[in-house]
């Protein structure tokens, strides 16, 4: 069984080539890039993240993201293992939420099982070759040594890359029309939906299982882990994750590690944090699933206060303006991927935070919510609508918001927005409405108002009704510059007219 599946792992063969995509979700990827001192990038390694999206059936749908490190070879094992637990008839409509949780919890262990069978033979052969090359192996003559150690050597180096490697995965799973997350690591799920008063919530699903996560500090202090030298740390064997699949330097080995020598079992688990289940009837929204080197980048650049907000504004923004999910996922990898590069060039204080960073995958999956009319631009009548969203990476229940403006694709003749949320209607969207009111904290970490980039603030001076083209099918412009050209005028009065020259003709 476990050259069958490190034959089928090495393939171009998929478990899951005839599972269908889901076609209300859409992936954006960015590879990972070190910038020289002139600013330009280079890719240091292959791309090590992965996803999935697929559609099952009885209404059954999957997603993932998986963070690989040291190789892609953990997430892509785990995106094609992990469908074939889940998907191919394990789950159906029948099951209770306890079941779901209980399947899900079995396929991660299934998933972290399998991936060993498949290095079983490798991590043989490197113990085996190890061995060979002690000193004080008797049976191994000096010239012997001298002659094959290279050899040796050099097959030991393959096999360690062949063994070596992890992930982190978030997965997210619509069942009867119920979301259920497991999380193994450090990426992350935000879910944007409306609630039933007109208002809308953004929530951070979980927490990441990182080295400055408290329960699982105390989860490892249990086991006999220093947390205090952990947290000190912030990294265990290269990685700040405290949850990952695969790795087996952390899971067989984990003794010779100094920070974990002294635990009393696997301190570095697979076992997956689950939430849910969360009801996505009449919901209107979307949800996103991000990989952790997404989440680093947008932090590196601005600050982790408010990512949550400025990953949300952006999608936000790009489902109002494009047409298809897989442009508007994409559109903002770009952008968080230009934001982090104009940071480091910038030379300003998080610049050297900004010297690199990893792989980015994002997710969108779309919850009955209406994409941009690809006709209309938000100059064109698309209204702007300010959102409060909040950053919820704690556990503190206080009531606080960030006002982020968003044009947002209009449903009908509109006209602008204003600033504030009395403006705007009320009720529920229905299915296939984009949301029309203020995004309101409930769990939030601190506050702060901003507004994202392409947001449409420029807009917020027009007058109530979008301009028309005229019959020469010009649209008349809506900002004066009277005065600049008066002034640029006084500045260069040297015999010539702006008349002819700068300025409407």
């Known amino acids: 069984m476990a050259a069958q599946r490190r034959n089928l792992m090495q393939s171009h063969q998929s478990w899951t080539d005839d599972l269908p995509l889901c076609q209300m979700c859409g992936v954006g990827t960015a590879p990972n890039c070190v910038y020289s001192s002139d600013g330009k990038g280079t890719q240091s390694h292959t791309n090590e993240d992965g996803h999935l999206r697929f559609r099952g059936e009885d209404g059954c749908f999957l997603y993932g993201v998986f963070n690989g490190y040291d190789g892609s070879r953990v997430a892509s094992f785990a995106s094609q293992c992990l469908t074939a637990e889940l998907l191919l008839g394990q789950l159906n409509s029948s099951h209770t939420d306890n079941d779901v949780r209980r399947i899900l919890t079995q396929a991660f262990d299934v998933v972290e099982k399998s991936y060993f069978e498949t290095i079983d033979d490798a991590l043989a052969e490197k113990a085996h070759l190890s061995n060979y090359l002690l000193p004080h192996n008797e049976n191994v003559s000096f010239h012997q040594l001298s002659s094959q150690g290279q050899k040796v050597q050099e097959r030991l180096k393959e096999l360690e890359q062949e063994v070596s490697g992890g992930a982190t995965a978030v997965v997210a799973l619509i069942l009867n ?17 409306s ?163 990893e792989d980015m995958t994002l997710l969108i999956r779309t919850l009955n919510y209406a994409l941009a009319d690809g006709a209309l631009t938000p100059t064109q009548g698309g209204r702007i609508y300010p959102v409060s969203v909040p950053y919820s990476n704690s556990q503190s229940t206080s009531k606080t918001s960030v006002t982020l403006s968003l044009v947002m694709p209009s449903q009908s003749t509109l006209t602008n927005g204003t600033n504030t949320a009395s403006t705007l209607e009320e009720g529920t969207p229905t299915p296939g409405q984009s949301p029309t009111a203020t995004l309101q904290s409930t769990n939030t970490q601190t506050q702060s108002s901003s507004s994202s980039s392409g947001d449409g603030s420029l807009f917020r001076q027009r007058g109530s009704q979008a301009a028309q083209p005229d019959e020469t099918g010009r649209v008349p412009p809506y900002v004066d510059f009277s005065q600049f050209y008066l002034l640029w005028g006084s500045d260069h009065s040297d015999g010539q007219s702006t008349q002819g020259g700068l300025g409407p003709q």
């Open 177 to 193: 029309n119920k979301l259920y997350i497991a999380n193994v690591g450090t990426n992350r799920a935000l879910l944007c939906k």
């Open 195 to 357: 609630s039933i008063d007109g208002q809308n919530q953004v929530l951070q699903i979980g927490r990441p299982h990182s080295t400055d996560n408290e329960d699982e500090l105390q989860r490892l202090a249990a086991l006999g882990v220093d947390s205090a030298r952990v947290r000190q740390a912030g990294q265990i064997a290269g990685q700040s994750s405290t949850r990952r699949l695969g790795d087996y330097r952390v899971k067989f080995n984990y003794n010779e590690i100094d920070l974990l020598s002294a635990a009393k079992t696997s301190p570095i688990i697979a076992e997956p944090e689950i939430h849910g289940s969360q009801s996505l009837d009449s919901v209107t929204g979307f949800l996103l699933l991000m990989s952790e080197g997404l989440i680093n980048a947008l932090e590196s650049a601005h600050g982790p206060e408010q990512a949550n907000q400025e990953i949300v504004a952006m999608v936000a923004a790009e489902l109002a303006q494009q047409t298809s999910l897989e442009t508007a996922a994409q559109s903002v990898v770009d952008r968080v991927k230009r934001l982090h590069h104009d940071v480091y060039v910038s030379g300003r204080q998080r610049a050297t935070y900004c010297s690199r960073h």
